[in-house]
């Protein structure tokens, strides 16, 4: 019994803010109340807690669907992702039958410095991630800059799919694309994207950027 009314009392004091010290003292000066009541103070602690500490200012937490999907801005059937495809291809495309998706071709990835000739082997990767760019100051754009930054075409790039999971959110710091040859021009590509859109690192982050840039750059 002692125990679980000392775990109760840690607990409400760690949290608890000074306009709350009263919840603690409940506890202590009622140690010989039935510890399902107890219990069922401490839920009321805890929302009490939740509620005194949670920012009806905080973002959202991350949502992939907070950046749009893939437009048809053209409105001829083929949305972002094949018209990416039909642009960066370097042979002829084969469409499917009703001419909406890019399906067979030739692509280089610049991420691996490997070619492909099925679409269903590529991913459209965001140069500068989405969930990265959340972090680091995305969560407080409008929907209309959200949607801007999704489609920038200069953030877009057809790569292997292995590739693009292995990078996931990842900034230069963490990944970088296993073609050596190409990761000076990632590196100062992601880093002119940050710039244009204003998206903030920190300190730690940019010098380990700039450490790789220097390495590959020279």
């Given at each position: 019994m002692e125990l679980r009314i000392f775990s109760v009392i840690f607990c409400c004091n760690k949290a608890a803010s000074s306009e709350n010290r009263e919840i603690s003292s409940f506890f202590i000066k009622n140690k010989g109340l039935p510890v399902t009541l107890l219990v069922a103070v401490l839920s009321l602690c805890t929302f009490f807690i939740h509620v005194q500490t949670s920012s009806p200012t905080s973002p959202a937490e991350y949502d992939r669907a907070l950046f749009g999907s893939w437009p048809d801005i053209d409105r001829d059937c083929q949305n972002l992702r094949?018209?990416?495809?039909?642009?960066?291809a370097i042979d002829i495309v084969e469409l499917s039958h009703d001419g909406c998706r890019a399906v067979s071709g030739k692509w280089l990835d610049p991420y691996t410095g490997n070619t492909f000739t099925r679409s269903s082997e590529l991913d459209i990767d965001h140069l500068v991630p989405l969930k990265y760019s959340w972090d680091r100051g995305a969560s407080s754009w409008n929907a209309e800059k959200r949607?801007?930054?999704?489609?920038?075409?200069?953030?877009?790039?057809?790569?292997?799919?292995?590739?693009?999971?292995?990078?996931?959110?990842?900034?230069p710091a963490e990944w970088l694309p296993p073609n050596v040859e190409y990761r000076c021009q990632y590196i100062q590509d992601f880093q002119t994207i940050i710039d244009v859109y204003g998206l903030e690192q920190t300190e730690d982050e940019k010098h380990l950027i700039e450490g790789e840039e220097n390495r590959y750059c020279q």
């Open positions: 094949h018209e990416i495809l039909l642009e960066r949607m801007l930054f999704s489609n920038d075409l200069k953030n877009l790039f057809a790569v292997q799919q292995s590739a693009n999971r292995e990078k996931g959110a990842s900034g």
